[in-house]
């Protein structure tokens, strides 16, 4: 039997591939893992957790309002981004060092460099030659794409950047109405900076619920984001004053930075993978089974190189049952059905389960509950923002399909509402649990009436 350096070699030490690492170790097993950046990935170095303190940050602006509405004088209140940057780069510097110090406890190698496959079982390592193993783990996430035709495309930031910009802008303008447009279209606009949000398509967060997505739109525009829908970069100039964006039906705008938020692609490239005789999808993502596992008897892939749900939770559990399959004899598939997701734009969503189109057109007949009402917090104050709450309910089973909110602390209400609808929650089940008060989540469970349809269902 061949001999080989180790047990697993995991390429990538992002969410999915330190989580795979370490349970894989914990098995005894003689792991490594390669990484050519930090080690943390896209989460933890330039994702949702840096994100999270930018909309942390960017979020005072609209409390400081709300603030004076409660009798607070704040005056003279500024905002000093080198000061945030640094303590952010501090936050995420201890972060990195915690997933390192985790892969070493598990008893797993760390190899600084970039990997690259030469075939199934051998890997080079840039500056540290080449090492040998049993098994393979490809945990290599995605990168922002370009759109490369477009002229000018080179001027624009993409999210990589927007987390280490050397000052604030005065102007944005940011391209894409998914994630993280949305969500870094917040974060400017909290922080003073004049945002322009501009999508192709009709309306942002394309897949999310239709309620969700103009309730949404309607919100940014009141907190000041200028968005234009239907609109799209025929090229980018630089200007004497910083860019100009020059848009579909002619028109133009200028700013200071020009982001891309307009996807992101599995990172595959160098890889090797022709080497090893791994096969992609037509969409360009490593291919796998249910198991994770690719074409190759012995490479595997998880998270977002694998491009089927591209969240850090996900990558994580996809990494776990690879290794509990794999190194503790414990077959496990991770279910990809009912996961919840947040979008962190102000104020924010959760989500879990089917839009209501969706679920019209996988079960045919379904109820609606839909409230639009004013939080206490801002009836208080005279502002004019607005929750969104919805529940999807199949008629045939009673089952609550789909849940979705827009508003304060969405994200966390999300959490617990995917909990039930994991377990098969019924509507009769979900009306039986008595309302928390005053919560903004009690409408949820006190949403009786059914929604008719045209704008005549509970609008507050
Ligand atoms: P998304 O796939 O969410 O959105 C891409 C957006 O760009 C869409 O609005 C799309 O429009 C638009 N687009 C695509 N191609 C072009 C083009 N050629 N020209 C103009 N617009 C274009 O990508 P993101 O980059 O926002 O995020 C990537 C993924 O990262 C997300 O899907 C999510 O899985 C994950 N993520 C999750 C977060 C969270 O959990 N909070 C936060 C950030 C990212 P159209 O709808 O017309 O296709």
């Known amino acids: ?11 990538g030490a992002g969410s999915g591939g330190v989580r795979a690492a370490r349970v894989a170790a914990m098995s005894g097993a003689k792991v490594a893992v390669a990484e050519e950046h930090r080690v943390g990935g896209t989460c933890v170095i330039r994702g ?3 994100k999270k303190f930018m909309v942390y940050a960017s979020e ?3 409390h400081f309002k709300t603030a004076k509405g409660y009798g607070w004088a704040i005056e003279g209140a500024t905002f000093d981004w080198p000061t945030f940057l640094a303590e952010k780069d501090k936050e995420i510097a201890r972060l990195s060092g915690i997933y390192v110090r985790n892969l070493q406890n598990a008893g797993a190698e760390l190899a600084h460099g970039k990997a690259r496959l030469l075939d199934a079982h051998t890997v080079t390592i840039d500056g540290l030659g080449t090492r040998t193993a049993d098994k393979i783990l490809i945990a290599t996430g995605g990168r922002p794409w370009r759109p490369s035709g477009l002229p000018g495309c080179d001027l624009a930031i993409t999210s990589n950047e927007a987390f280490q910009l050397a000052e604030l802008p005065r102007r944005i303008v940011i391209a894409g109405g998914g994630y993280i447009a949305v969500e870094f279209a917040g974060i400017f606009n909290g922080l003073g900076v004049e945002t322009t949000l501009v999508h192709r398509g009709p309306n942002i967060l394309r897949g999310f619920d239709d309620d969700v997505r103009s309730h949404l739109t309607e919100e940014l525009e009141k907190r000041g984001i200028k968005v234009l829908l239907g609109t799209q970069h ?4 630089k200007s004497a004053g910083g860019f100009v964006s020059k848009f579909s039906g002619d028109h133009e705008t200028e700013s200071d930075v020009v982001m891309f938020a307009i996807g992101r692609e599995p990172y595959v490239e160098g890889l090797g993978l022709e080497a090893a005789g791994v096969t992609l999808t037509d969409k360009g993502a490593v291919a796998v089974d249910g198991y994770s596992r690719t074409n190759v008897e012995n490479i595997w892939a998880v998270g977002d190189v694998t491009d ?11 990494g776990e049952a690879f290794a509990r399959s794999v190194f503790h004899d414990t077959p496990t598939r991770f279910d990809h059905e009912m996961v919840a997701s947040a979008v962190f734009s102000q104020p924010p969503i959760g989500s879990v389960g089917l839009s209501e189109a969706d679920a019209r057109k996988q079960y045919g007949k379904v109820d609606i509950y839909l409230a639009r009402f004013r939080p206490m917090k801002y009836t208080f104050t005279g502002a004019d923002e607005r929750a969104l709450m919805k529940l999807v309910v199949d008629c045939a089973s009673d089952k609550v399909v789909g849940c979705h909110v827009v508003g304060p602390d969405a994200p966390e209400m999300i959490q617990m509402a995917a909990i039930a609808m994991k377990m098969g929650v019924t509507k009769a089940q979900w009306d039986s649990t008595c309302a928390v008060h005053p919560t903004l989540a009690e409408e949820l469970v006190t949403m009786r009436e059914k929604h008719q349809p045209m ?6």
Request: net charge negative; with cysteine; charged share 15%.
């Open 308 to 318: 089927r749900i591209n969240l850090t939770p996900v990558a994580i559990r996809e």
């Open 60 to 62: 005072f602006a609209h």
């Open 234 to 237: 025929t090229a980018i100039e």
């Open 48 to 50: 949702c957790v840096p």
């Open 455 to 460: 704008g005549l269902g509970q609008v507050a």
């Open 1 to 11: 039997m061949a001999t080989y350096d180790y047990d697993l070699f995991v390429i």
